[in-house]
């Protein structure tokens, strides 16, 4: 027999979800619709991604309309707080209406609330607790519309709305750690550049990116490909400034994804540049480029390529196909390259969640050192929605820079970096909320 939680206080429930190790803790009030049959609403945004990790996002391969889901790792918390996994379960994304349902939470799963949510029982005022675990786990708890803790809920007035969501404070609180390792940072004034290794041992750094290197090494992060945020949750991106009171007027690299698809995925590196690139403008023997920054709708002059966003109403901000993409097009149409809108909208989620913005100072003199601002930006809640709108207003653009060197000899090397820029002035433009927070004053 299924044994609903034994729970009889909020407090209590919170400690629940915390001796699992859930750091984020999310509320939802249950319609009467909100059942197995008819699936749970999540809200109209795609916003949701920045709540609840998945594992992975791809296209519904019925049917013509661009439908989307996302595989999550879902476990019910149950009687005294055992949990059991229910590997069905899933979020669907409806971008035509637009409309998000979550799906599959009793499937495979012996040890559900099935009770509370079978379509012919079921009542309104239902809570769903769904607690966010560091290792991308996501618990739920199902409590009945009469429940002690409902009247707790109603009377509580410190609780932080996020679209259909309510925030529940829980303890490990990932952000105040963030600022107070960052006003420590910026304290320390002029920190020598610096990367750390595999092993966490500290190493000298004279590359382009020390700044982030030796922000990271600060943090005790070492440098990897790991797509995961950096620090609890929190990806940390680190630009360079000239003054500390003019922070809007800088570059600052988004991601680099590589093409998913085009000349560049079907051919390769080498063959695309020889194709689409050119010499080097410097004069710099045997070697061809690829760069310059392509803006969504603009021809650029020396590549001959357009970037354009297929299958995305940018008046409506809808996209319209399953295989929609990002595409560097030809005159004719030919695909140079293609980032699917899935490959774009999983990486974007997955890693800029939750990001700081933190702005630095370089000098060489007597020896590279970085000091890093008291002025930080807190960037939270994304939609892959508003990428879209971004690019194709002309804030985000696609800067590459890639090279060919020894082009001519048997054995040519190629250097590859696809990365989209913005200008920090713009950054908020691509995030729901977005915060300035002075950390000296923490």
């Not at 600022?179 to 990367?195: P, T």
């Not at 060197?405 to 696809?418: D, G, I, V, Y």
């Amino acid at each position: 027999m299924v044994q609903n939680l034994k729970v009889d206080t909020l407090s209590n429930l919170i400690k629940m979800f915390a001796d699992r190790g859930i750091t984020r803790l999310y509320m939802k009030i249950l319609a009467k619709n909100n059942n197995r049959k008819q699936q749970i609403y999540f809200g109209t945004s795609f916003s949701i991604l920045s709540l609840f990790p998945t594992l992975g996002i791809f296209p519904s391969p019925n049917g013509d309309n661009p439908i989307f889901k996302a595989k999550i790792n879902f476990w019910w918390m149950m009687g005294s707080g055992e949990i059991c996994n229910a590997p069905g379960s899933q979020l669907i994304f409806y971008p035509q209406y637009p409309e998000v349902r979550f799906s599959g939470f009793l499937d495979s799963c012996n040890n559900g609330p099935s009770d509370l949510l079978d379509e012919t029982t079921c009542m309104a005022g239902r809570l769903l607790f769904l607690g966010v675990h560091p290792d991308g786990r996501i618990i739920g708890a199902l409590l009945p519309h009469t429940h002690p803790v409902r009247q707790e809920i109603d009377q509580a007035t410190y609780l932080n709305k996020i679209r259909i969501f309510y925030e529940i404070p829980i303890e490990g609180d990932g952000r105040k750690e963030l600022l107070e390792r960052l006003k420590v940072i910026h304290e320390k004034g002029w920190i020598d550049s610096k990367r750390l290794d595999s092993l966490g041992n500290i190493l000298p750094c004279t590359a382009s990116q020390c700044g982030g290197y030796t922000l990271e090494a600060e943090f005790g992060i070492s440098p990897n490909g790991d797509a995961a945020p950096d620090f609890k949750g929190w990806e940390l991106k680190q630009y360079s400034v000239d003054n500390f009171k003019r922070v809007n007027s800088s570059v600052i690299t988004l991601m680099t994804p590589e093409p998913t698809g085009g000349y560049y995925k079907t051919h390769g590196v080498e063959l695309f540049i020889r194709k689409f690139g050119y010499p080097d403008k410097m004069g710099r023997v045997d070697r061809l480029n690829f760069g310059g920054v392509h803006k969504v709708g603009e021809k650029h002059t020396t590549t001959g390529l357009t970037l354009t966003l297929v299958g995305f109403d940018a008046t409506d901000g809808k996209i319209l196909t399953k295989s929609a993409s990002l595409s560097l097009l030809t005159d004719t149409g030919e695909e140079a390259a293609t980032w699917t809108y899935v490959d774009l909208m999983n990486h974007w989620n997955h890693k800029h969640a939750q990001t700081a913005y933190i702005p630095s100072l370089k000098h060489i003199d007597p020896r590279l050192q970085y000091r890093y601002g008291n002025t930080v930006r807190l960037g939270e809640g994304v939609d892959f929605l508003l990428v879209l709108k971004a690019m194709f207003q002309g804030k985000i653009y696609y800067d590459p820079g890639i090279k060919l060197e020894n082009a001519s000899s048997a054995k040519p090397t190629t250097k590859r970096r696809n990365q989209f820029r913005v200008k920090s002035g713009d950054l908020s433009s691509l995030y729901l909320k977005m915060e300035p927070v002075d950390v000296s004053e923490i």
